[in-house]
């Protein structure tokens, strides 16, 4: 009788890479793109179908914690333990080389053996602030629609003021390690009181338990102990990321957190380009250095400058709708269409990087903008500055003895206008505005002002 064959032993079957070669070139394409921010990037995230954002892991923590060893463990036994897991992100934050503009690509020698099915892409801050770029989410959309849910983030090593991962996570881990301080640093660990899970690295090594336990008394939030090293503790860190996913993938937090990323990325990114036309703009008012002004004139000039802010041009229109249609074909972004009954206007503004147009349509022929029209047929009507408090504004330019229309009222998106007439500001109708502090109580959970 011919005897069976000896099946082999103690070798399991490695699995099939979800993504195959051409997905993973497509994608590492498309991130690409969005890094270099190139337009057809954004371009090709409008046409994705996606619903939502990839749940998404943030793991920070200051240098030489072992974020990146942690992760790679952390990432295989998550994988092992969720059947049927599709492809996992890893975004790797890393420092811009002074050179090259490019990651140092530290992380990747330091994530051994990741299985099949993970995508890894190391990317620069370039300028980002907190230990992120600000392009995180972009990077995630990206992933998301290549089918890698969830992806993990892990930041350079960062220090202790520093929070923007905590506007991008679902789920923040922030790891510490023995021997990196008392308890008075301890206290001063901001990052740590606004973690989901708190992990103590490095377990193997002398001083862990008293690290943990500092950290317990001090914050009031038990740490895990794990080591990276040897394994130690991987599974129960494994247990309550899972345990933070059903939290935060509830469908009404989910939504809630992904409205604050796209926020975020949106702040940042304006604030990036906006602070490279403010940082010339301030060297203009400084002036020519070889001709340097008093100080006290320097101080004069930026008081006087941080007293407005532009917030909108407005432009009187006999359509409404055909106007709103040329202004979209332009490629401006139409926020919002408002009736306002109180100056007999219906409105339309569109978002110009942070800078508003909006548009201006009579609602009755004894409008002032139905005057104005008849006049002019239309055009530019007012151009709106953004003060930080209207009272003081009024008391300013009266002082100033300059003509207002009316007083200060109520206006749209919930500010509080005045008017100044143009007979005292050279044929030019100008308005001051200023954020309602009771109606943006009110509104500060939906929008901003």
């Not at 590492?28 to 057809?40: F, G, M, Y």
């Amino acid at each position: 009788m011919a005897s069976k064959p000896v099946k082999p032993r103690g070798r399991k079957k490695i699995p099939a890479d979800p993504l195959d070669s051409k997905s993973r070139h497509n994608l590492a394409k498309l991130l690409s793109l969005l890094d270099d921010e190139d337009a057809a990037g954004l371009e090709r995230l409008s046409d994705c179908r996606i619903d939502r954002l990839p749940y998404l892991v943030g793991v920070t923590g200051a240098a030489g914690v072992g974020k990146s060893l942690l992760l790679s463990r952390l990432i295989r036994n998550w994988m092992a333990s969720t059947p049927g897991a599709g492809p996992v992100g890893v975004l790797a934050v890393d420092p811009t080389s002074p050179v090259s503009g490019g990651a140092l690509l530290g992380d990747r020698v330091r994530m051994p053996n990741l299985p099949a099915g993970v995508f890894l892409r190391s990317v620069a801050t370039r300028g980002g602030t907190g230990g992120l770029s600000e392009k995180m989410v972009d990077f995630a959309s990206a992933m998301k629609s290549f089918g890698c849910d969830p992806v993990f983030i892990e930041t350079v090593g960062i220090g202790q003021d520093e929070w923007a991962i905590r506007q991008v996570a679902d789920t923040l881990i922030m790891v510490e390690a023995p021997g990196l301080g008392d308890e008075i640093q301890a206290m001063k660990a901001g990052q740590s009181l606004v973690a989901d899970i708190l992990v103590v690295n490095k377990a193997d090594k002398p001083g862990a338990a008293e690290s943990a336990a500092i950290l317990a008394d001090t914050i009031g939030k038990p740490p895990l102990l794990v080591s990276a090293l040897d394994g130690t503790g991987i599974q129960g860190l494994t247990d309550a990321l899972a345990d933070q996913q059903r939290l935060a993938m509830a469908p009404p937090v989910k939504s809630a957190a992904d409205r604050k990323k796209f926020a975020w990325r949106f702040s940042a990114a304006l604030g990036k380009k906006w602070s490279r036309r403010l940082a010339q703009s301030a060297e203009d008012i400084v002036g020519d250095p070889a001709n340097p002004s008093s100080v006290s004139q320097l101080y004069r000039r930026i008081h006087h400058c941080l007293a407005f802010l532009p917030d909108h041009v407005a432009i009187a229109v006999p359509s409404l709708d055909e106007s709103i249609e040329v202004f979209q074909r332009l490629g401006f972004f139409l926020e919002r269409r408002e009736i306002f009954p109180a100056e007999k206007v219906e409105t339309a503004f569109f978002n110009a990087g942070g800078f508003h147009i909006e548009l201006l349509k009579p609602t009755s022929a004894d409008s002032p903008i139905a005057a104005f029209l008849s006049d002019r047929q239309g055009g530019l009507h007012h151009i709106a500055f953004e003060v930080g408090d209207i009272q003081e504004a009024k008391r300013r330019v009266m002082a100033g003895g300059f003509q207002t229309i009316g007083s200060v009222r109520p206006g749209t998106r919930g500010k509080q206008i005045l008017f100044l007439h143009p007979k005292s500001t050279c044929r030019t109708l100008l308005e001051f505005c200023a954020c309602d502090m009771h109606a943006d109580a009110d509104r500060r959970m939906h929008s901003t002002c």
